[in-house]
Nanobody, 123 residues
Framework: HVQLVESGGGSVQAGGSLNLSCAVVRSWSTNSKYCMAWFRQAPGKGREGVAAIDSDGSTLLADSVKGRFTISKDNAKNTLYLQMNRLKPEDTARYYC????????????????WGQGTQVTVS
């Protein structure tokens, strides 16, 4: 059973930076394909995909964060990161880490494993 634990959220002024982490506490087999992503949800709004990464290293970023956010994964530490620079008030949301090992669900961006989230507030 995969377990994801996010950290690194906080309050920051506009223009500042934060680096979110998602530790994969109980992981999948080292040789398994996987996909991981960061989502966010602001109060009163729907969940929004922010960034994704596949086991082949390919990444995808939402247009709203391109040029400001970077997604990466340290396989040795089994940790996913989201480096967020030049933060804006509209980036305020709870950020969630998600993962999936089923190839079909990865293609559909249908993630089966989720963390509890970490709050990011930009003022």
């Amino acid at each position: 059973h995969v377990q994801l634990v996010e950290s690194g959220g906080g309050s920051v002024q506009a223009g500042g930076s934060l680096n979110l982490s998602c530790a994969v506490v109980r992981s999948w087999s080292t040789n398994s394909k996987y996909c991981m992503a960061w989502f966010r949800q602001a109060p009163g709004k729907g969940r929004e995909g922010v960034a994704a990464i596949d086991s082949d290293g390919s990444t995808l970023l939402a247009d709203s964060v391109k040029g400001r956010f970077t997604i990466s994964k340290d396989n040795a530490k089994n940790t996913l990161y989201l480096q967020m620079n030049r933060l804006k008030p509209e980036d305020t949301a709870r950020y969630y880490c998600a993962a999936e090992t089923n190839p079909t669900r990865c293609r559909l961006r249908d993630f089966g494993y989720w963390g509890q989230g970490t709050q990011v507030t930009v003022s």
